[in-house]
């Protein structure tokens, strides 16, 4: 059975995955979303919001200071739940701070009129979670965070935690990104190691191919080893630090923000539940281009850690033209309540691989500006890179 496209000028893009009922939304049918009014925004959009899979979410120009973290519930509007828990508003029509530890409630710029096949998941952006900012989409009348409810019409807004660095923010500051939804696509485990067998979506470290864990998902582990000859395995954010300007790129010298974590002589590293860790995963993925991919960010079987805030990796990731044997995930890592101690090698979390309704135009990498593609061990676009070699003092990890 043939199906139609989202739009018919888009129809061709599809006819590769007639057999695809259910799947994620690739650029081309976010850039028809737009073109009919299903995105729309008082300030014109930027194709540079559109990603392989997803659209990127502007912030409007307040930011509601208010006592607590909240949903709004079937009865309620976040505009009014607002009003009864708001402390101050802080205007960022131009540029301003964001205190460390304080909750903050911003409208975004984007509203939506979904029709009613469409659903939508969001996340935070890469670099916003390397700097350990929580946030989390908020929708009117929601039950759950980060969820668009199928046929949603109404504003978006996104609750915006600062947790270890204070942040210069303004109008237009992506911080989350959606995706869009047809159905409730998920995918099995014989899926996944179908796609491995025709893709190969996990690679070594000498660049040869791996032999994934696959239960409820693709596992991957930390790296405690050190990438090369680098001992440099992590860092630790310090927790006094000058204010980061998301809009400096290339500008912050990471000493002044991070302890650097040096290879511990057992392999093995304490995590401490007042401490956030950029590490990285042994494990060099890819993700297919027909394909997106979401990481677990929280699961208790393997540890009372959260190990990722920034959860989406797009159609393209580890590719690049044909010459990119996978690329690492970097973990945004912070424990809960208690110390808990992690082995180079152990397995921390799990990605979930979803099929694309089409191959997206867009694919992740440097034509469309992404940051990541051959990264290794990478702190946010903020600071500048420096050779692991001048990292000193060592600093004892465990």
Avoid at 286 to 314: K, L, Q, T, W
Wanted: with cysteine.
């Amino acid at each position: 059975m043939r199906i139609r496209s989202l739009f018919p000028e888009l129809e061709k893009d599809l006819q590769s995955f007639a057999d695809v009922t259910t799947g994620i939304l690739p650029s081309q049918d976010i850039e028809g979303l737009i073109k009919n009014g299903a995105i729309a925004s008082s300030c014109p959009l930027s194709p540079e919001q559109i990603q392989p899979a997803s659209i990127d979410l502007r912030l409007g120009p307040v930011a509601h200071r208010v006592r607590a973290s909240f949903l709004p519930g079937k009865s309620a509007s976040v505009a009014g739940k607002i009003e009864h828990l708001v402390m101050h508003d802080i205007c960022i029509s131009k540029p301003a701070v964001l205190e460390k530890g304080c909750v903050c409630i911003v409208p975004l710029l984007e509203e939506l009129r979904l029709p009613k096949d469409l659903s939508g998941k969001a996340n935070p952006k890469s670099t916003t979670g390397r700097l350990d900012i929580f946030t989390r989409l908020i929708t009117d009348y929601g039950t759950e965070f980060e969820r668009v409810p199928p046929g949603y019409k109404g504003k978006l807004y996104v609750e915006v935690v600062p947790r270890t660095f204070s942040i210069l923010v303004s109008q237009g500051t992506t911080l989350n990104q959606l995706r869009f939804l047809r159905g409730n696509p998920t995918s099995s485990d014989k899926e996944h190691r179908d796609l491995d067998d025709s893709e190969t979506l996990i690679f070594l470290r000498d660049d040869t191919r791996g032999a994934p864990i696959i239960s409820d998902g693709v596992w991957i582990s930390v790296d405690l080893e050190g990438l090369g000859d680098s001992f440099l395995v992590g860092y630790k954010a310090k927790r006094h630090t000058p204010l980061i300007d998301l809009a400096r790129i290339n500008y912050y010298d990471p000493s002044e923000f991070w302890d650097p974590i040096l290879r511990p002589n057992e392999r093995k590293l304490v995590l401490d539940p007042d401490d956030f860790y950029i590490l990285v995963s042994r494990e060099k993925i890819r993700i297919p281009p027909n394909y997106a991919a979401a990481m677990v960010a929280y699961d208790p079987s393997v540890g009372e850690f959260r190990i990722h805030y920034a959860g989406f990796f797009d159609p393209g990731f580890g590719y690049g033209s044909n010459d990119i044997s996978g690329t690492r995930a970097v973990l945004e890592v912070r424990t809960h309540e208690v110390p808990f101690l992690i082995e180079d090698g152990q397995a921390v979390g799990r990605l979930l691989y979803e099929r694309l309704l089409a191959k997206p135009t867009r694919l992740y990498g440097s034509s469309i500006g992404s940051s990541y593609q051959s990264q290794g061990l990478a702190l946010s676009k903020q600071f500048k890179q420096v050779d692991p070699a001048k990292w000193v003092p060592r600093v004892d990890a465990a």
